[in-house]
C-alpha cells in the first residue's frame, strides 16, 4: 500500500477532510452546485492536472475492486456539461458518470481532457455521482480520474417552438422536457418526429 493511500485512509478513518466543500466547488469551477465525495477514498483538490482555472479533482487513491466518487443534485431537466480526463487499464478501469444510478457514460485507457454533455430530464431532484472504479486485479497509467469545469444549465419554463405539418407552420408552446431533445439536433427541416411531423428550433424556421 503506498504512502498516499495510506494517508487518505488515516484522515477518512479520524473523520478529517482533506479539503471542504467550498475547495471543491471552486476546483470544479462550480458554486451553483454541492458536491460530495466518498466510498473507499474519496475525491481530491489538486492543481497538477488541470483543464480549466487553477484547480481540478482527482479520484482516490484506491486498490483493486476498489471505487472512488464525488456527486452532486441537481433539480428538474438541464444540461450537465463538465471536462473529464482518465489515466487507467482500459477497458477494466473506468470513470463512469451517473444520473439517478443510471449510467450515462465511460472512459478508460489514456483520455486526455475531453468534454461531455448529459441531459438529465423529468422533475424533482436528480443524483449525479462520478465514479472511477477498479477491476479485481492489474493497473496501468496513473491509475486515477480527473473531473473539472462542470456546468449545470437548467431548462426554461417555457420553450416556443415551432412545428412544420404538411407544409404549413403552426406555433406551439412546448414543455421543458423536449429541451435538449436529441431530435432537434439533426438538419433543418430533415428531422422527422411522428406521423409527418418535423420539429425545428424558432431560430431555424424562416
Avoid at 465525495?37 to 487553477?54: L, P
Avoid at 457514460?105 to 441531459?119: F, P, R, T
Avoid at 493497473?139 to 473539472?148: F, V
Amino acid at each position: 500500500m503506498n504512502l498516499k493511500r495510506i494517508i487518505a485512509l488515516a484522515l477518512c478513518v479520524l473523520g478529517i477532510s482533506a479539503f471542504g466543500a467550498t475547495e471543491i466547488q471552486e476546483a470544479l469551477d462550480c458554486t451553483d452546485l454541492e458536491f460530495t465525495t466518498g466510498e473507499d477514498v474519496g475525491w481530491t483538490v489538486q492543481s497538477d492536472v488541470v483543464h480549466t482555472g487553477s484547480s481540478a479533482l482527482r479520484s482516490g487513491w484506491i486498490d483493486n475492486d476498489e471505487q472512488s466518487y464525488v456527486e452532486t443534485t441537481v433539480t428538474g431537466t438541464g444540461m450537465l456539461e463538465f471536462q473529464w480526463k482518465v489515466s487507467s487499464e482500459r477497458n477494466y478501469d473506468e470513470l463512469s458518470v451517473y444520473v439517478d444510478n443510471e449510467l450515462r457514460a465511460s472512459i478508460s485507457g489514456e483520455q486526455d481532457w475531453s468534454a461531455m454533455s448529459v441531459l438529465v430530464r423529468g422533475t424533482g431532484n436528480h443524483k449525479v455521482q462520478w465514479v472511477y472504479e477498479k477491476d479485481v486485479s492489474d493497473y496501468s497509467g496513473s491509475d486515477c480520474a480527473w473531473l473539472d469545469a462542470v456546468k449545470w444549465t437548467p431548462a426554461p419554463e417555457k420553450m416556443t417552438m415551432k412545428f412544420v405539418l404538411n407544409g404549413g407552420v403552426l406555433k406551439s408552446v412546448g414543455s421543458p422536457d423536449i429541451w435538449g431533445d436529441d431530435r432537434l439536433h439533426g438538419p433543418t427541416r430533415a428531422t422527422v418526429y411522428e406521423k409527418g411531423v418535423s420539429i425545428v428550433p424558432l431560430k431555424d424556421v424562416a
